[in-house]
């Protein structure tokens, strides 16, 4: 049985909609007994991961397991687990943003590293899903308003995350790897805007506005205090210097990483305005 923590997450779900396709048994760890995973998917409760036992690889999603990161490798362990895959961030290699946050990666991948399983590390470079928030503003004004329109990164999809995931997760020649996962595309934050735009058949524009207003528009629609401190502070430095581009994915599938225009298109639906949808 293959453990999948944030199971109900961007990543997490596609992992499992993966290894189930391809016949593995699945553990689903979520608070949503309701979660709509794949039929076939064991549900796990956080609290209940203690009792699985037959645990042959377990998904670590940092932030999803929280605190509870050397608890949940102890008893997966104990569970017969031979592998662990984190979920990870290039942040920890290539510093950008406030560096409380790049720690929390820094500090789950140590305790992967020393907790005695086979481990390879996925360092993630921005989701494509993380442009999923400014869908609410191109529906209702078809514009993006944001800070440090210049900061350029190679967002990778999450899809491909997964891809990688499923591999490691089942196939023993990816131990000991650390893997930098990114799109082969470098783009500011207006070339994405504009992608959606493509992929919604009109024109949108991209509107710099002052981080302060960012902040403050953030914390106004109930969004938790550390996210604009987490968003704002990479975008600063990725302006400064381009977040990483590899060939990672390619190398790694046998295929082109997914591109942000594709991602968009898939994605299309979410940004357009009621009546479109
Ligand atoms: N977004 C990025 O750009 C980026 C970049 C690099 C790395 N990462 C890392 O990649 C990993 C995967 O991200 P993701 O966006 O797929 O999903 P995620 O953050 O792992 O969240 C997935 C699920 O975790 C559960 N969860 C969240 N908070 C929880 C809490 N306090 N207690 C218990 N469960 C909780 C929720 O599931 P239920 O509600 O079903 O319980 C949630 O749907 C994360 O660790 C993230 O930090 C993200």
């Known amino acids: 049985m293959i453990?999948?923590?944030?199971?109900?997450?961007?990543?997490?779900?596609?992992?499992?909609?993966?290894?189930v396709e391809g016949g593995a048994n699945v553990a689903a760890v979520t608070r949503d007994?309701?979660?709509?995973?794949?039929?076939?998917?064991?549900?796990?409760?956080?609290?209940?991961?203690?009792?699985?036992?037959?645990v042959e690889a377990v998904l670590l999603s940092p932030r999803a397991v929280g605190a509870a990161v050397s608890g949940v490798l102890a008893h997966a362990r104990e569970a017969g687990a031979r592998r662990v895959v984190v979920l990870s961030a290039v942040t920890v290699r290539y510093p950008a943003g406030q560096a409380r946050f790049r720690r929390e990666f820094q500090e789950a991948e140590d305790i992967v590293r020393a907790c005695g399983l086979d481990w390879t590390i996925l360092r993630c470079a921005d989701f494509a899903a993380n442009t999923l928030?400014?869908?609410?503003?191109?529906?209702?004004?078809?514009?993006?308003?944001?800070?440090?329109?210049?900061a350029r990164t190679s967002t990778v999809d999450e899809?491909?995350?997964?891809?990688?995931?499923?591999?490691?997760?089942?196939?023993?020649?990816?131990?000991g790897q650390t893997y930098l996962l990114t799109g082969e595309?470098?783009?500011?934050?207006?070339?994405?805007?504009?992608?959606?735009?493509?992929?919604?058949?009109r024109a949108l524009s991209f509107v710099e506005t002052a981080?302060?207003?960012?902040?403050?528009g953030m914390l106004a629609a109930g969004l938790p205090e550390e996210v604009p401190d987490r968003l704002l502070g990479s975008l600063a430095?990725?302006?400064?210097?381009?977040?990483?581009?590899?060939g990672t994915v390619r190398r790694l599938l046998g295929r082109p990483a997914r591109t942000y225009a594709a991602w968009a298109m898939d994605h299309h639906a979410a940004f357009a305005g009621e009546g479109r949808r």
């Open 237 to 246: 430095d990725y302006a400064r210097e381009a977040g990483p581009t590899t």
């Open 3 to 19: 453990l999948i923590t944030g199971a109900t997450g961007v990543v997490g779900r596609e992992v499992v909609r993966l290894l």
């Open 33 to 54: 007994p309701h979660a709509g995973l794949p039929a076939g998917t064991r549900l796990v409760h956080p609290a209940e991961i203690a009792a699985i036992d037959g």
């Open 133 to 150: 928030a400014w869908a609410g503003q191109i529906r209702a004004t078809g514009a993006v308003r944001g800070a440090y329109p210049q």
């Open 159 to 175: 899809r491909d995350i997964a891809a990688v995931a499923a591999l490691a997760l089942t196939h023993p020649r990816h131990a």
């Open 185 to 201: 595309q470098s783009l500011s934050q207006p070339e994405k805007t504009a992608a959606i735009g493509v992929a919604l058949g």
């Open 211 to 216: 981080p302060e207003e960012v902040r403050r």
